[in-house]
């Protein structure tokens, strides 16, 4: 099945650690995007990339960090620098830049 | 304006009303228009995209309006399995699409 996984589903941080939360696809997307959803609110961009060894950062890039080193993957670092990391990350791709987009399940992490 | 505006609602509606939400937007540049559905704690998922011509999708039809920068879904005949919030989505500046926040929507037996 073609899709997008992400893990871990739930994810609990103390505070000053950072972590890493995984997004692979398998739908041979070019572009990937990172957001962020706190509850009762829209989605906020933190990083997108529309190609492999290159990204952009989104509105709220500032405490996270990002890499794309192979095209089925895109990491997100939340580090310790994020002063609110607690929320609903989700991942997506799209083939093209201005196309539908695609969602992981998402990441609920949770700062302790 | 804020870049994607929607009406929050909630819209609390019976089985087998018909319900509209509207959208609008404030970039008059953009290119994509798309109706999204998010589930309680899901990932969003495409409902439908919206084509100038507007377009119908089973109980589903969606409108564009670029004179007037906004996007319009009409659910007919509304099922239980329709309760979701459903999330109005413009690309914006450059490639990012914009989301907006959402209306929610409870159909009631």
């Known amino acids: 099945d073609g899709g997008i996984t992400q893990s871990p589903k739930y994810l609990f941080r103390k505070e000053g650690q950072n972590v890493t939360l995984s997004c692979e696809q398998n739908?041979?997307?070019?572009?990937m995007y990172w957001y962020r959803q706190d509850p009762g609110q829209g989605l906020r961009l933190i990083y997108y990339s529309q190609i492999v060894n290159d990204f952009q950062k989104g509105d709220i890039a500032e405490g996270y960090s990002v890499s794309r080193e192979k095209k089925e993957s895109f990491p997100l670092t939340v580090t310790s620098a994020q002063k609110n990391p607690t929320a609903f990350y989700l991942c997506?791709?799209?083939?093209?830049?201005?196309?539908?987009?695609?969602f992981g399940p998402g990441t609920r992490l949770t700062v302790l | 304006r804020k870049e994607v505006e929607q009406d929050p609602g909630p819209f609390n509606v019976p089985e087998g009303a018909t319900v509209a939400f509207n959208c609008t937007y404030s970039?008059?540049?953009?290119?994509?228009f798309f109706w999204y559905r998010q589930d309680c704690r899901k990932e969003p998922k495409l409902l439908m995209s919206v084509y100038s011509s507007g377009n119908e999708d089973g109980r589903f039809t969606a409108q564009l309006n670029r004179a007037s920068q906004y996007i319009s879904l009409l659910i007919r005949d509304s099922k239980l399995s329709d309760s979701a919030t459903y999330l109005c989505?413009?690309?914006?500046?450059?490639?990012?699409?914009?989301f907006g926040k959402g209306t929610t929507l409870s159909v009631s037996s």
């Open positions: 997506a791709s799209s083939a093209g830049s201005i196309g539908e987009q695609f």
């Open positions: 970039n008059s540049a953009s290119q994509s």
């Open positions: 989505v413009v690309n914006g500046k450059g490639t990012a699409l914009i």
């Open positions: 739908l041979n997307h070019d572009a």
